[in-house]
């Protein structure tokens, strides 16, 4: 097995869990907030969702499907264009809301689509390319897209967590 297939199995795995933590939620549920400075399943997704989006697309020099497809326009959260939700107030957090869980999947497929076509062209070669000098070391393309993964799993279990909490308060 490549590595490329490993990293396409693994984002294919946050995509699964991101669709498991949306579907059936109504706007109310994804949005609700465990608790008063917690992020709501919405939040979470939308944030994994665009971390992935512009992580990817600096490391491969691809466009972000966030404005190349309109998802920035679709969602019409408000916040700048270039906005990940990285160090986002609690305040910010409750601004982030949406009025459908299809709104989230959508924009996550379609990133994760983009994602999967890029891992495709991949090489073993390309995993040793430098795609940012700011760290030292150097961060590396392969490192670049476990860091990514990593904090994409991370952030569907919390939203998979706020879930489970937000459907047992409405019990």
Sequence with gaps: ????????????????????????????????????????????????????????????????????????KRLGLGLPRADTGYGHSSAKVAEVRVGSGDLLTGYHDAVHERTV?????????????????RWDPPVTLGVRLISVLSDDLQHVGQAAYARGLVQSAEA
């Design 1 to 72: 097995m490549h590595a490329k297939d490993i990293l396409i199995d693994g984002f294919g795995r946050v995509r699964e869990e991101v669709h498991a933590a949306v579907e059936g939620l109504g706007p109310d549920a994804l949005n609700a907030r465990p608790g008063p400075d917690a992020n709501s399943v919405t939040w979470l997704v939308w944030h994994l969702t665009r971390v992935q989006d512009d992580h990817i697309a600096d490391a491969f020099g691809l466009d972000q499907v966030w404005l190349s497809q309109d998802w920035e």
């Design 117 to 133: 076509g890029a891992l495709r062209a991949l090489t073993a070669k390309d995993l040793g390319r430098v795609v940012d000098e």
